[in-house]
């Protein structure tokens, strides 16, 4: 499976938007949150219509190396079946 990866790639040195292996995305995700600190500011009430949920998250994220810290916000987007969650998307702004 290969992911379109757009917005903060350009942080993790990935240049243009581009067609990456869905592993190779994970591994990229996980060594950004291993190299960071996060702490939410604030979480909002779940939205829920149907079988989806929502919520707003705020948070501020803190390199562990540089110490330099940036504000994200982000939706959840989370799709509930039976009482599971089945499956969950994240959208976030990196301007």
Do not use: W
């Not at 291993?34 to 994220?61: M, N, R, W």
Request: with cysteine.
């Amino acid at each position: 499976m290969e992911l379109t990866v757009g917005g903060r790639e350009l942080e993790y040195g990935l240049g243009k938007p581009k067609q990456i292996p869905y592993l190779r995305y994970v591994k990229m995700i996980s060594d950004f949150a291993k190299a960071h600190a996060f702490g939410y500011t604030s979480i909002d009430d779940p939205q829920v219509v149907g079988e989806h949920c929502t919520v707003t998250l705020s948070l501020q994220a803190t390199n562990r190396a540089s110490r330099a810290t940036f504000d994200v916000s982000e939706i959840g987007v989370y799709t509930v079946r039976g009482g599971t969650v089945v499956r969950e998307q994240f959208f976030y702004d990196t301007t």
